[in-house]
């Protein structure tokens, strides 16, 4: 079984100032997905859908007053409503290309504690995918059990180290719009070189956000948790989405530029 990210910065404008698909690389990937008809988990991360509410309504932050909670909720509702529609955009691309997707909502199964998972039921999960559906989950906003803060982001990375470990992955592949991860930020320092293998012993100076509307730590979140998931024993590779082709290969299991984590 393979869970394969595909991030928001793939499939949205990410920098767009409203909730924006790329509708050409969404086309894309969703073609590219198809080719490969095994068991297969896809979660998408937010991009332009979900981040922008979530900052504004300072999701995951302590609630100060009952007006902040007030707005907090709203902030719950639109950021939740984002990304669902951003789920519904990817499950009916995916099904013109005859993929038995379906989109499985986060907030309505899985609760955080202080921003990690704390309760997820995945007999459902695996239940579809037992009987032949690719489950289509994303990053969403959801209920917290820590009172200070009662609702929190979850990444699409977090989910993907999560079902990984439960449902038993063999293989975890992430799609971004970098090749990997890099010595530096390839979009600001053009010096910056690919690291071909990561492990936990691995220097790396990408440790801060790379990207300000990204409310789940970019490519610094995305490092942590993959080195979770290798201390598991599970490897998994970063590869580039809108390198035409890449995730064809990657689902297939053959050789694409990246980095793996191990
Ligand atoms: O793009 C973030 O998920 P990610 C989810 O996978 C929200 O980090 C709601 C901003």
Known sequence: MIILKLGGSALTIKDADKPTIDDVNLERIAEEVSCYNQDMIIVHGAGSFGHIHAKEYAIGETITDDKDKSNKIKGMSLTQASVQLLNYKVISKLHEKNVPAIGMKPSS????????????????????????????????????????????????????????????????????????????????????????????????????????????????????????????????????????GNIKLAVSGKAVKGTIIK
């Not at 989950?137 to 009172?147: F, I, W």
């Open 109 to 244: 199964f899985i609760v955080n504690k202080n921003k990690r998972i704390d309760e997820c039921d995945t007999n459902l999960i695996r239940q579809y995918l037992d009987d032949g559906f690719v489950p289509v989950l994303y990053g969403d906003a959801v209920l917290d059990k820590n009172d200070e803060i009662k609702y929190s982001i979850l990444s699409g990375d977090q989910i993907i180290t999560y079902l990984a470990k439960d449902l038993k992955a063999d293989r975890v592949i992430l799609s971004s719009d970098v090749d990997g991860i890099y010595t530096d930020n390839p979009k600001t320092n053009p010096d910056a070189k690919l690291i071909d293998i990561v492990t936990k012993d691995t220097l790396l100076t990408t440790t801060t956000n790379d990207n300000q509307a990204d409310v789940t730590g970019g490519m610094a979140g995305k490092i942590n948790e993959l080195l979770e998931l290798a201390d598991y024993g599970i490897e998994s590779q970063i590869i580039n989405a809108q390198k035409e």
